[in-house]
């Protein structure tokens, strides 16, 4: 399992990359190898909210849907199309091919989230 | 964690390092290297599961035939030697104790009743109840057999050319054979659950562990319970617990064909006779969506902004790219060509009521 140095990431298998106050959001490579294959993102639209630990969309595999779960609240100022008609680009590089990208409106939450380290702590512990 | 039960090729499984996950109080394998390729291997070519945590339960005895016909709802009086049924073993209100295919064997008055992971302890203990006034012995084997299935339009050319067992040829569907491969006794069926041509064998543990090396080594693929249910669910087949249970009946389901109700009697007769007469509350349709959106066993149908029944399974057809499913719903509803709406999470998508065989079946005779 991969996991890259210099992100926040969540209980629920999604990374964080921050540029600013943008939030630049993912799912992780133990999420996508969980998951198998993937045939479909359902992704928010620009301008939605997001809150904190609530669902914003899915990610779809052969055999089941699983929420994707934003990490942080703010709102979602673009989301990546070519996850549209090439789902699978998740599971090729899940660290390359964002989700969305949201501009945070309380970026002290990163702080609840873990680095590399623990996180891939915490999923050897699955 | 639950107490999970391992099979004779849990071994042969960590060794692919298959993901498992667990299934009807077993660790089974969901898949070896991907869904996708492991349905189009079966598709296509061939492609072979580890089948053994499906349960084995022998009905011999003087009663035998008399006390099968009264718990299975499919006529086997006129079943010669070596068929085999496909059937279910209902609750007196109609309902489905489990759908199960029943084998009779060569040996007078002796019948295999293969029943599915889940239900094993449930279904013995239901035909043991139900065997009061019977001379009848129940032998729950379940335990000392392992069972792999080979399906697809190879499978028959492997099982003549690589296990040399030249009489598959001649195997008809839904019949089988006692036979012998490497010296050990080997139960051939041509059965399965995938739509496709192919064989089941049970046979001791051992022996499937040397069926099942022996196959790998002839490039067989590996194929996990994952796509098992794309497969099957593509052809329309039910499974437990999602199509069929105690809250449907088989012919709410569809599958009134397999429940003869002009035999003289069998559990659950009268609800289903009264239910083929008036109708059922709900039926299992198919339902096509005209939008990109995969429904999932449990989301809402609705029509005219009313709820009208649940996803029982639902894919983006490997086989065909469309995203279909098999739906519980109100009968009312229930007509060919109507609109309905699948509610997906926080959006509802369009789709059609259709026939629930989204792929047609490929079986060899």
Same mark, same amino acid.
């Given at each position: ?126 | ?86 059937? $279910? ?116 543990? *051992? ?94 149908? *609705? ?22 499913? $098999? ?39």
């Amino acid at each position: 399992m991969k996991t890259i140095e210099g992100l926040y990431y969540s209980e629920s298998h999604e990374w964080v990359k921050t540029e600013g106050d943008m939030a630049i959001i993912g799912i992780t490579d133990y999420a996508q190898h969980a998951m198998g294959d993937i045939v479909y993102v359902d992704m928010p639209e620009v301008d939605d909210e997001v809150n904190a630990e609530e669902e914003f969309g899915a990610v779809e595999s052969v055999k089941a849907a699983s929420d994707l779960i934003s990490p942080v609240s703010g709102t979602v100022v673009e989301v990546n199309e070519a996850l549209e008609d090439e789902s699978g680009l998740l599971n090729q590089d899940p660290y390359e091919n964002w989700i969305i990208k949201v501009q945070m409106s309380q970026p002290d939450e990163l702080d609840k989230l873990m680095n590399a380290t623990d996180y891939a702590a915490f999923c050897e512990n699955q | 964690m639950e107490d999970l039960s391992k099979t004779c090729l849990y071994d042969r499984h960590e060794a692919l390092k298959a993901q498992m996950n667990p299934f009807g109080g077993f660790i089974m394998p969901i898949q070896y290297s991907n869904i996708i390729d492991e349905h189009q291997a079966v598709r296509h070519k061939a492609g072979m599961f580890d089948v053994s945590h499906m349960g084995e339960i022998f009905v011999s005895g003087p009663d035998a035939e008399r006390f099968v016909n009264h718990i299975f709802t499919n006529d086997i009086r006129t079943m010669p030697a070596e068929k085999i049924q496909y059937g $279910m073993m209902l609750y007196p209100d109609g309902g489905v104790v489990d759908d199960l295919l029943v084998y009779k064997m060569t040996e007078e008055n002796k019948y295999l009743l293969v029943v599915n992971a889940a239900n094993i302890a449930k279904d013995d203990e239901w035909i043991r109840c139900q065997s009061e006034g019977y001379d009848v012995k129940i032998d729950n084997q379940s335990d000392q057999w392992g069972e792999i299935a080979l399906q697809g339009p190879e499978a028959e050319r492997i099982v003549v050319d690589v296990l040399g067992i030249p009489q598959a040829a001649d195997l008809a569907f839904y019949t089988f054979t006692e036979t012998v491969w490497n010296t050990a006794p080997v139960l051939l069926s041509r059965t399965g659950y995938t739509g496709e041509d192919g064989f089941e064998f049970y046979a001791a543990p *051992e022996v499937i562990v040397a069926l099942w090396d022996k196959l790998l080594e002839a490039g067989v693929t590996p194929c996990g319970l994952g796509c098992r249910d794309t497969l099957r669910f593509e052809v329309g087949l039910p499974l437990y617990g999602h199509e069929l249970s105690a809250k449907i009946s088989p012919i709410e389901a569809g599958l009134g064909i397999f429940v003869k109700t002009d035999k003289e009697e069998f559990i659950g007769k009268e609800s289903i006779v009264r239910q083929k007469a008036e109708g059922t509350a709900h039926k299992i349709v198919g339902i096509e969506l005209t939008e990109k959106a995969i429904p999932r066993a449990g989301y809402p149908i *609705e029509c005219e902004g009313k709820v009208i029944g649940e996803v029982t399974t639902g894919y983006q057809s490997i086989s065909t790219g469309k995203y279909v499913c $098999m739906a519980l719903i109100d009968r009312t509803y229930a007509e060919m060509g109507r609109q309905v709406e699948v509610r997906v999470r926080k959006k509802t998508f369009a789709g059609t009521i259709c026939k629930k065989r989204f792929y047609d079946k490929n079986y060899k005779k």
